[in-house]
Nanobody, 127 residues
Framework: QVQLVESGGGLVQAGGSLRLSCASSGRTFSMYATMGWFRQTPGKEREFVAARNGFTTSYADSVKGRFTISRDNAKNTVYLQMNSLKIEDTAVYYC?????????????????????WGQGTQVTVSS
């Protein structure tokens, strides 16, 4: 049974930073070839934020230059470092993984690519 647990969300002022963590259990973490972060606000579809496969990272244009996705296999954890946060970054953030390797932005940014999801962590950015 694969389990992903996000943490690190909270309330932060605009311009501030947060680091989200997604801890994995139930399967060898290094087997996840593709890992991603998505976010969702009420009434909207889940939106791609960032993805990582191997040593390659991809980002949504809205977060490029501000967010960084990384992974630590020794800790079975994937991170999302979020800097220069904006009010429009407010959302529930989800991590997702799959054991399959994807390269195209079309695949990396699609929620259907991923097999396992965390429960989400709320990020609220205030003015």
């Amino acid at each position: 049974q694969v389990q992903l647990v996000e943490s690190g969300g909270g309330l932060v002022q605009a311009g501030g930073s947060l680091r989200l963590s997604c801890a994995s259990s139930g399967r060898t973490f290094s087997m996840y070839a593709t890992m991603g972060w998505f976010r969702q606000t009420p009434g909207k579809e889940r939106e791609f934020v960032a993805a990582r496969n191997g040593f390659t990272t991809s980002y949504a244009d809205s977060v490029k230059g501000r967010f960084t996705i990384s992974r630590d296999n020794a800790k079975n954890t994937v991170y999302l470092q979020m800097n220069s946060l904006k009010i429009e970054d407010t959302a529930v953030y989800y991590c997702a993984v799959t054991s399959r390797y994807y390269e195209s932005m079309r695949d990396l940014s699609s929620a259907r690519t991923y097999d396992y999801w965390g429960q989400g962590t709320q990020v609220t950015v205030s003015s």
